[in-house]
Structure formats: structure tokens, C-alpha cells
């Protein structure tokens, strides 16, 4: 049973338009989430993450919007580049766990 | 440089080898983990240690073992009863329980 989900398993935006890509959790626990970005073959690397006790944060390009009530987070990059191009995961600190929860993943392309 | 350093970055094993992958990390982190990722799919969590001399069972132990018996190094063991282990293998670390978790680059393990 998943507990971080990531229900689009691919994105396509182009160039200069805004990808948003989504996450939905079930566990009311969780209180802190992050946004991470990979390449094939290489680690994850860190991109943005939020508290509950926010509803947005910004850094760049990268925006992450949370709605507690609804459950759900969504990672803005505006505007998108082909370097973004990769494969984006949601995670949320589980503290009753002690660890973190990953979500699938969505593959983003932007494309020239 | 601070980071996390896995080792090797690829590996092959025969068929009811054991096989142990490394993962040193100087960040001076208290917590480390280790997450399986398989074509398509997103991280699985192996096992993680939140201090030395103490490790806990992720999602997905069956078939692993880990030793903690130093701050910076994990070592992750796929022994042969782990039925499916090709897979690429991430270590991360975060300073303390809910921190931004941190990743090395992965070990592409494969059997053969």
C-alpha cells in the first residue's frame, strides 16, 4: 500500500512552459516533504522541500505548493529547460517510521 | 568534499555469491540508509541505521544484511538468499531523524 504516490508516471512540457508535477500522500503524520531529481544511473539530488507548517516555498525555478487538507504537494518549475529532464521524486519524512517514504517517481521531458 | 561515497559503482556476481557494497559517508551524519531501485520503479527502503551499533529493517530486508560499527560507514550485504537482487543499490545519509536525506551515486549491481 503506497503511502507517498506520484500518479503520473510521465510528464512532456516544452521549452519555457511550466512543468508541474504532483504527489498525493495518505498518512496525516507526515510533516515534512521533499522534492528530488534523478538522472540514470546516478543518485538522487536534493531539489526543494516544505514543512507542514508551510503551504509554499520557493527556490529558483522550483516552487512546492502543499494542501494539507487535500493531502497533496506539487512541484512547479517555471520556466522548464531540457536539463530538467529527468525523473522526479516526492518523499515525506515518516516520524513514526523514523524514515523516509519515497514515491514512484515521474519522468519529466522537456522538450527544445 | 563533503559526500557520500559508494562503492563499486558496478559489480557482477555469480549466482549464490555473497556480495557486499560500500558506503562511507564524511558529512558527519548520525542517520544512514540504504534504498533499492529497479527499472521503472521507484526507491524501496533495504534497512537504515539511526546511530552506531543499531540498524532497523526497512520494507525490504529479506535477503540483506548491514553492519554499523562506525559513524560514517554502512556496508550493505546481498547475501544469496536475496531471490532477485540485479538492481541498483542507493546509500544516503541525513544528520539527524527528519533532515534532508543526501545520496551517493549508486552501485549497479547485476548477477549473473
Known amino acids: 500500500d503506497q503511502q507517498v504516490k506520484q500518479n503520473s508516471p510521465s510528464l512532456s512540457v516544452q521549452e519555457g512552459r511550466i512543468s508541474i508535477l504532483n504527489c498525493d500522500y495518505t498518512n496525516s503524520m507526515f510533516d515534512y516533504f521533499l522534492w528530488y531529481k534523478k538522472y540514470p544511473a546516478e543518485g538522487p539530488t536534493f531539489l526543494i522541500s516544505i514543512s507542514s507548517i508551510k503551504d509554499k516555498n520557493e527556490d529558483g525555478r522550483f516552487t512546492v505548493f502543499l494542501n494539507k487538507s487535500a493531502k497533496h504537494l506539487s512541484l512547479h518549475i517555471v520556466p522548464s529547460q531540457p536539463g530538467d529532464s529527468a525523473v522526479y521524486f516526492c518523499?515525506?519524512?515518516?516520524?513514526?517510521?523514523?524514515?523516509?517514504?519515497f514515491g514512484p517517481g515521474t519522468r519529466l521531458s522537456v522538450l527544445p | 568534499d563533503g559526500g557520500i561515497t559508494q562503492s563499486p559503482k558496478y559489480l557482477f556476481r555469480k549466482e549464490g555469491q555473497n556480495v557486499t557494497l560500500s558506503c562511507e559517508q564524511n558529512l558527519n551524519h548520525d542517520a544512514m540508509y540504504w534504498y533499492r531501485q529497479d527499472p521503472g520503479q521507484g526507491l524501496r527502503l533495504i534497512y537504515y541505521?539511526?546511530?552506531?551499533?543499531?540498524?532497523q529493517k526497512g520494507d525490504i530486508a529479506e535477503g540483506y544484511s548491514v553492519s554499523r560499527e562506525k559513524k560514517e560507514s554502512f556496508p550493505l550485504t546481498v547475501t544469496s538468499a536475496q531471490k532477485n537482487p540485479t538492481a541498483f543499490y542507493l546509500c544516503?545519509?541525513?544528520?539527524?531523524?527528519?533532515?534532508?536525506?543526501?545520496f551517493g551515486e549508486g552501485s549497479w549491481l547485476t548477477v549473473v
Open positions: 541505521s539511526q546511530i552506531v551499533n543499531d540498524f
Open positions: 544516503a545519509s541525513t544528520q539527524s531523524s527528519g533532515n534532508t536525506i543526501y
Open positions: 518523499a515525506a519524512w515518516d516520524n513514526y517510521g523514523q524514515n523516509f517514504v
